[in-house]
């Protein structure tokens, strides 16, 4: 017998952050006679802003990517080629950072800085030299990362005040979020805005006084470079070191009873109908509706603001606001599927568009966009019937089949958006990869095509379709220093059914000239030096795509997607669980033989990794309805509450609260780039709690749920992931789809008795749809099981 239990929402009841606008902010900076500010802009190709006392400049809003070479990074293999023609020169320096893992540590592992990674070594130094560190934090894929390494971190006057006035400890951000969290929020703050690189200076017992981001090495004008801001500190250090230990301690005490998130006594869980709605207006006021996607420019997926628009339509059909929703997540996915944001050569999508109409984008590729995009495709082709949304969630999964992915079955974390045009350039240049010149094309695609009107070339039909021009397609406005000149991005500017038109020929001939010719570039793409490949496996991110290649390949009942994520879980379980300790480990790597490697000290997972893997496991139970997967998740699940839960204020802290190296326990109250893992684990645990049976889980959703209460009711768009969890505690699941076998000694009978009572009709199939653990008739009948799942 076959009865499956899932989930889907009845009716019948009672968006490291991303910001997708430029911004000033400020960190504390020392002068000799008093205390001023330095603002910088955040890293990732937003506009960049210093301002030092009341003067300002404002930079150009793309980024100087002539000036960035190659960073020095020698003897060590990028994942997807040569980093460059230097790589066989012999450094000059190395430092401790060449023992490590991370591709972000390793690419400091030259620079003339006595580098520590963060650990005990590092603090123990500082407290016994009774040194200030210097703390700085970024990503292998960060283009600003790159520039302040190149720009200071390789100078040999700026790395000789470091070394021999600072403890200087560098930190991947991917590697350490909880790090990066709590100084980040600090110089948010102080500043009133963040990014990367983040550069914080701290006491010897990890207490931070002044903060910042991106420094210029030397004085420009009125702007402080990086080699003034240093000698100040060291003055002020010496001279007046009790005022900048007393102030960083002040706004430490601040920040602990500002960041605060738990439940008040009395308290309960929010109106789901009224949470939803205020969501709802709040992205609608935001959304732009020539293009779809919320703002004007730069613009970021934002996966979860789709999700929610999907979920509030699914509880809304019925009236203007549910259809208005609804629009606005479709027009948004297919706006970016036909933009420039897309790769449209070599699949998957770019991390964010530098202008409105999703055509520029900043060419980094992300693991944690590429899971959630493809989920949030394949849920759009359910709700719409639509089969551009199933072609662009394989298109995604293809993508990170190919290129993201180890022979281990784990998942890379990124590609990088610069790369060297050619194989004997010396200077790297963003988006070097994906564009193309006009003469490029017509070269590459010079056939003549039979039949198409005025002689058509294969070229002439792909620049029309793909908006390629012979000067190039890139506004000037957004390539001020001219990186892009005569270069085109590809972006979709007519329907097929127009082109085919256009040139006099069929849909289905059109069809196969365009497959033919991304092909053929394709190929191109291949002989041209690769961007940076970050082979660092994270469990979160790595949940994040397990839920993607379930999901997907559960909607589209494809057995190879399916195949692929029981690989990554089985990766999950063999690489990034630890048995003897009982933990998740949150990073491997691929070491230089191809072999997955561990670091000596493996850093334990954070909440991340658990509610996103526990999602995963769950997605990847329904897609194949083996129950081993459902136990893991239980198990993790139940480690993960006894690791973060906070039982006095509920809901879960993002890393270990006992951890003495943290100076602040936090709760991440936003659904940014990736989703809080509050709000993933608010609805992880209302499912598990539906295929258990476990009450006491449906509760402890709640609790976490009231602990954001204040957040929800006023802000529900800074959490929209979650808002989807209350409006499941308000709407209810409807169970259907849970495979019972008949064997009454398995976990699932044991966990639901109910079970043993559903029995199949006339030796068909059958489904039972149940809410609230009380079920409905059976029905052998597709047609009648949908009907049951709409009313």
């Known amino acids: 017998m076959m009865l499956r239990l899932g989930f889907a929402w009845s009716t019948s009841s009672t968006t490291t952050k991303h910001i ?81 893992k991370s591709s972000y540590l390793l690419q400091h592992a030259h620079n003339p800085v006595d580098w520590y990674a963060w650990g005990q070594e590092a603090f123990d130094k500082a407290k016994s030299e009774d040194k200030p560190i210097f703390l700085s934090v970024g990503y292998s894929t960060c283009h600003w990362c790159h520039v302040m390494e190149r720009e200071s971190f390789e100078d040999e006057e700026i790395g000789k005040i470091l070394s021999e006035n600072f403890v200087c400890i560098k930190v991947d951000r991917e590697e350490r979020p909880d790090v990066d969290k709590v100084y980040m929020t600090f110089v948010q703050a102080t500043s009133g805005g963040g990014g990367w690189p983040m550069s914080v200076w701290l006491t010897p017992d990890l207490r931070p006084f002044i903060g910042g981001t991106y420094f210029p090495p030397r004085d420009s004008g009125r702007r402080p470079g990086l080699k003034t801001v240093l000698l100040r500190i060291i003055e002020q250090w010496q001279s007046n070191r009790e005022t900048l230990e007393s102030s960083g301690e ?10 605060e998130i738990s439940a008040s006594p009395g308290e309960t869980l929010p109106s789901g109908p009224d949470v939803a709605n205020r969501c709802y207006q709040q992205l609608a006021h935001s959304y732009e509706e020539e293009y779809g996607g919320f703002r004007e420019a730069p613009k970021f997926p934002s996966p979860v603001n789709l999700m929610f628009l999907m979920s509030f339509w699914a509880v809304n059909r019925v009236n203007s606001e549910g259809a208005e929703a609804l629009q606005m997540a479709l027009h948004t996915l297919r706006m970016m599927a036909l933009g420039g944001i897309h790769d449209h050569v070599a699949q998957g999508f770019h991390r964010y568009s530098t202008d409105s109409s999703w055509h520029v984008p900043h060419f980094e590729k992300m693991l944690y966009d590429q899971g959630q995009l493809a989920v949030a495709y394949i849920t759009a082709y359910q709700v719409s019937g639509e089969r551009l949304f199933a072609d662009v969630a394989r298109d995604v999964l293809l993508y990170v089949s190919r290129d993201l992915s180890d022979k281990s079955g784990g998942f890379y974390s990124a590609e990088d958006a610069d790369s060297f045009p050619m194989v004997e350039s010396t200077e790297k240049r963003e988006g070097a990869f994906c564009v193309w010149t006009a003469g490029e094309i017509r070269e590459l695609l010079p056939d003549i095509v039979e039949g198409a009107a005025g002689g058509a070339t294969q070229a002439d039909i792909f620049m029309h379709h793909y908006g390629v021009k012979e000067q190039g397609n890139v506004d000037p406005a957004q ?8 270069q085109n991005v590809l972006i979709v500017r007519y329907s097929v059914e127009l082109t085919a038109a256009h040139f006099g020929i069929s849909v289905d001939r059109l069809s196969e000239l365009l497959s033919d010719a991304r092909a053929k570039l394709a190929e191109v793409r291949k002989a041209r030096p690769p961007p940076h490949l970050d082979t660092k496996m994270l469990a979160s991110w790595n949940g994040l795509m397990l839920s993607g290649f379930a999901r997907v390949g559960a909607v589209l009942g494809d057995k190879a997607l399916l195949e692929r994520a029981e690989r990554a879980a089985c990766f999950l379980r063999e690489h990034l669980w630890d048995e003897e300790g009982q933990r998740i480990l949150h990073s491997c790597y691929r070491g230089n033989n191809m072999e997955v ?41 139940l480690r993960q509450d006894e690791l973060f839960w906070d039982s006095q204020g509920s809901g879960y802290f993002c890393s270990d609260p006992s951890d003495p190296t943290l100076l602040l326990a936090l709760k991440q109250d936003q659904d940014g780039a990736e989703p809080s893992a509050n709000s993933v684990s608010a609805l992880n645990l209302l499912r598990l709690s539906h295929l258990t049976g476990q009450q006491d889980w449906i509760l402890r959703s709640q609790q976490l749920l009231t602990a954001f209460s204040d957040r929800l009711i006023k802000v529900p768009v ?8 209350v409006m499941a505690q308000h709407y209810t699941l409807k169970q259907v789809l849970m495979l019972a076998d008949g064997n009454t000694e398995g976990l699932l009978y044991q966990r639901l008795p109910i079970l043993s009572s559903l029995v199949p009709q006339d030796g068909k199939a059958t489904a039972y749809v149940c809410e609230n653990f009380a079920c409905a008739l059976p029905v052998t009948c597709p047609q009648e099981l949908r009907r049951l799942l709409l009313e």
Request: aromatic content about 10%.
């Open 20 to 100: 997708a606008q430029a911004r000033l902010f400020t960190g504390s900076f020392l002068r000799k006679d008093s205390l001023h500010t330095l603002y910088n802009s955040r890293c990732s190709g937003l506009p960049q802003a210093l301002q030092f006392g009341q003067k300002s400049v404002l930079a150009s809003t793309r980024l100087s990517w002539d000036s960035f070479r190659s960073s020095g990074v020698v003897f060590f293999s990028m994942a997807s080629g040569s980093d460059g023609p230097d790589t066989l020169q012999t450094p000059k320096h190395i430092n401790r950072l060449s023992k490590e």
């Open 250 to 259: 002040r706004v430490l005490e601040a920040l602990r009873k500002g960041t």
């Open 479 to 486: 390539d001020p220093h001219g990186e892009l000149q005569g």
């Open 597 to 637: 490697e561990q670091v000596a000290s493996p850093i334990a997972g954070f909440l991340d990794d658990y509610a996103f893997v526990v999602c995963g496991l769950l997605d990847l139970f329904e897609a194949t309805q083996r129950v081993r997967w459902l136990q893991w998740a239980e198990e993790l699940q």
């Open 718 to 725: 800074a959490l929209p992931d979650m808002v989807r969890s």
